[in-house]
């Protein structure tokens, strides 16, 4: 099975920085791989697939970028509805495992 | 869309049988997948199967469900079911279904219902 790690667990930031997730795959997996938030009693969304593809309604300030095994997650100038929990999932191959998550806590 | 149901409260070692009607669009056409979320704690994907293009529909499951858990879908009715045997106190979770627009291999899921809650305690 294809794991992936994703770094760090939380994160203290402000409204207005700009803050990198990142997502490590146990093995290449080309660009197979999605960003989701997660808000408390939300059903996830996705927010970038495809690595660096922006989900349509998304907001630009959300990006992604990587290939192979290393993927980084940026929010530009971070927003007061930004503040959730972040997830990576690879869709190379089943299992499509989902990261650990990323809890984005205001500082 | 998508609405699950079929949650509830059941004992350690018993089954249920959890239900997903899709609407507004082909549903047949679609892969569907299993995602849940144990209380306080990560989505973690529990099983696929393919849309039904070939003569077998291909179905994959996490390893911890592997063996209790059987995904199947009735397209006449829309629907996606997940059969849940030998239950324990570890699949006490919400349990969304979730399909993918293009493909779930280059698109993710972008399409979730709104979840069912199981909880599996004595």
């Known amino acids: 099975d294809i794991q992936v790690t994703q770094s760090p667990s939380s994160l203290s930031a402000s409204v207005g920085d700009r803050v990198t997730i990142t997502c490590r795959a146990s093995?290449?997996?080309?660009?197979?791989l999605n960003w989701y938030q997660e808000k408390p009693g939300k059903a996830p969304k996705i927010l970038i697939y495809?690595?660096?593809s922006l989900q349509s309604g998304v907001p630009s300030r959300f990006s992604g970028s990587g290939s192979g095994t290393d993927f980084t997650l940026t929010i530009s100038s971070l927003q007061p509805e930004d503040f959730s929990t972040y997830y990576c999932?690879?869709?190379?191959?089943?299992?499509?495992?989902f990261g650990q998550g990323t809890k984005l806590e205001i500082k | 869309q998508l609405v699950e149901s079929g949650g509830g409260l059941v004992q350690p070692g018993g089954s249920l049988r959890l239900s997903c009607a899709a609407s507004?669009?082909?549903?047949?056409?679609?892969?569907m997948n299993w995602v849940r979320q144990a209380p306080g704690k990560g989505l973690d994907w529990v099983s696929y199967?393919?849309?039904?293009?070939?003569?077998?529909?291909?179905?994959d499951y996490a390893g911890s469900v592997k063996g209790r858990f059987t995904i199947s879908r009735d397209n006449a009715k829309n629907s996606l079911y997940l059969q849940m045997n030998s239950l324990r106190a570890e699949d006490t979770a919400i349990y969304y279904c979730?399909?993918?627009?293009?493909?779930?291999?280059?698109?993710?899921?972008?399409?979730w219902g709104q979840g069912t809650m199981v909880t599996v305690s004595s």
């Open positions: 979730a399909t993918c627009s293009t493909n779930c291999y280059t698109g993710g899921f972008d399409i």
């Open positions: 507004g669009f082909t549903f047949a056409n679609y892969e």
């Open positions: 199967i393919s849309s039904s293009g070939g003569i077998v529909d291909f179905a």
């Open positions: 093995q290449s997996i080309s660009n197979y």
């Open positions: 495809a690595a660096s």
């Open positions: 999932q690879q869709t190379y191959s089943t299992p499509f495992i």
